[in-house]
């Protein structure tokens, strides 16, 4: 299958962002077109036994977005994770990670980011995906769409004084920006997102860029048979976290050195269990550790 961790060979330039609304209002059921079919032996399915979990409608500048959430059944003042999407959109991997994390007694939250734009699902090829709209997301737009995911936490059930973030492939990416966006998170997970790359309109700024002036610490967890995120750019990235702040000091990097892009994706052939395995000790041991 083809491996989606970097297309910006495909990308063609940003169009201006001139939608009103929302274009999706609803998440779908089931896996996105474009990574059909699925590898059913090693898919995991968690259970939502003992769960409140389904989709929401969070509360944003300009409109209603579609979200999954996931949170054990009783009690409340749960620590918040952020689950950010791969560039498939919310579909259901996302939304069973976020059930394997409201196991762990999280509030798990996945917000369809791509809303705005079109549904990602629909389509069959993966250009089309990134063309038509993931290149037209705005970092900008992303942010405070977490942002509202976070206020819609803090009034149902969510500690939001516990906030954690975690993504993979694009939203990897998005994970090392909300860690330098919001001073209230206090660890991040980034599987496998990129790290640089082309700047304009929609990105201006990549994780390099930031990586001096994190405001959370960040766990990187990467491939090293990665066709699409160079070990060089890894390799960059420590060094730019070693020579920045404090918090960026603390943030790691680890390298699964006979791992492809997409090795937690349990429903593809990337997938690798034993990385996969430890990449979520790893995240779920650096959030305990980081107060989430």
């Not at 498939?88 to 976020?98: A, P, R, S, W």
């Not at 960026?248 to 997409?262: C, F, L, M």
């Amino acid at each position: 299958m083809t491996d989606n961790s970097e297309f910006d060979s495909l990308v063609p330039p940003a169009l201006p962002l001139d939608r009103r609304g929302f274009l999706v209002t609803a998440l779908g059921a089931g896996f996105a077109l474009a990574v059909q079919p699925v590898i059913a032996q090693t898919a995991i399915a968690t259970s939502a036994d003992g769960l409140l979990a389904g989709e929401i409608s969070v509360p944003t500048a300009d409109g209603a977005m579609p979200a999954y959430r996931a949170q054990p059944a009783q009690g409340g003042k749960f620590p918040v994770i952020l689950v950010v999407q791969e560039i498939f959109g919310v579909h259901e991997h996302i939304k069973d990670l976020c059930r394997r994390l409201a196991k762990l007694g999280y509030q798990a939250i996945a917000p369809e980011l791509y809303a705005r734009q079109g549904d990602p699902r629909q389509y069959s090829a993966i250009p089309d995906i990134i063309g038509k709209i993931v290149a037209n997301v705005p970092d900008s737009q992303v942010m405070n769409d977490l942002d509202a995911c976070v206020a819609w936490a803090k009034s149902h059930a969510g500690d939001s004084a516990r906030l954690g973030i975690t993504g993979f492939c694009w939203g990897g990416r998005i994970t090392w920006l909300y860690a330098a966006h919001n001073p209230g998170v206090k660890a991040g997970v980034a599987w496998y997102g990129k790290l640089t790359g082309p700047t304009g309109a929609m990105t201006p700024k990549h994780p390099l860029d930031l990586a001096g002036a994190l405001k959370a610490p960040v766990l990187g967890l990467y491939g090293g048979l990665d066709q699409g995120i160079p070990l060089e750019s890894v390799e960059t990235m420590q060094a730019a976290l070693a020579a920045g702040n404090p918090t960026s000091q603390a943030s790691r990097i680890h390298v699964y050195d006979n791992a492809p892009h997409a090795f937690n994706a349990d429903y593809r052939p990337s997938y690798r269990k034993e990385e996969a395995d430890d990449g979520w000790k790893r995240m779920r041991d650096w959030f305990k550790q980081n107060g989430v």
